[in-house]
């Protein structure tokens, strides 16, 4: 399997191309802020042809890229219904203002062609398969995509901003809740086995096994199932 990662845009979003090998098809996943130019290059590098983009949420650093690739290489686009409408009101999403400078820079809209995805929905592109997950907590919409166990790779689990190396997606913007996340990481990232890669929405990867043993939030949830929990981890700020 070839997985090609990238941070791209003035939020340093992990944009992935994921392909059975060189010289085949590719399913493209979070090409945000500036990103286009990034999986164009990495097209052309290990020859690749896109299929289809996969969105783990609506935020502007996930999603600023879509509509020109959807574009350019006439592909789908998967988004969650929950988050269908940061696509056209990104400011809305964040319930801020991007600025002008930098709103001048971005496409917003739909792609020609936007599928949803729902909890459990296994997905067959690229001769590869995506479950996904739906995970609440930092965005209505998260989503999450598993990829199975081969005899050659560990489960890889592209995560967004949903779970990160020794952290969280922050739960402090329209669409967040503290709680809810807790109750998606039990639901969505405990159960998985710890060789499980992790590739997340910002920062380098890491495993469930690390997180589990590390990661003051899951190790919080953990704690909870075994019914010794101390309380709630303060909320996060991490991601958009």
Known sequence: MLIAGFPAGAWGTNCYLVAPAAGEECVIIDPGH???????????????????VLVTHGHIDHVASVVPLCGAHDIPAWIHPGDRYMLSDPEKALGRSLGERLMGELTVGEPDDLKELSDGTRLELAGMEFTVAHAPGHTKGLVTFRMPET??????????????????????LPGGDHAEMLRSLARVALPLDDSTVVLSGHGPQTTIGRERATNPFLREVADAQRGIGSGSTAAPRRGM
């Open 151 to 172: 005899a050659d790779v560990p489960s890889v689990l592209f995560s967004g901003d949903f779970l990160f190396a020794g952290s969280i997606g922050r739960t402090d």
């Open 34 to 52: 500036q990103a286009a130019q990034g999986v164009e290059d990495a097209l052309a590098k290990h020859r690749l042809k896109p299929v289809a």
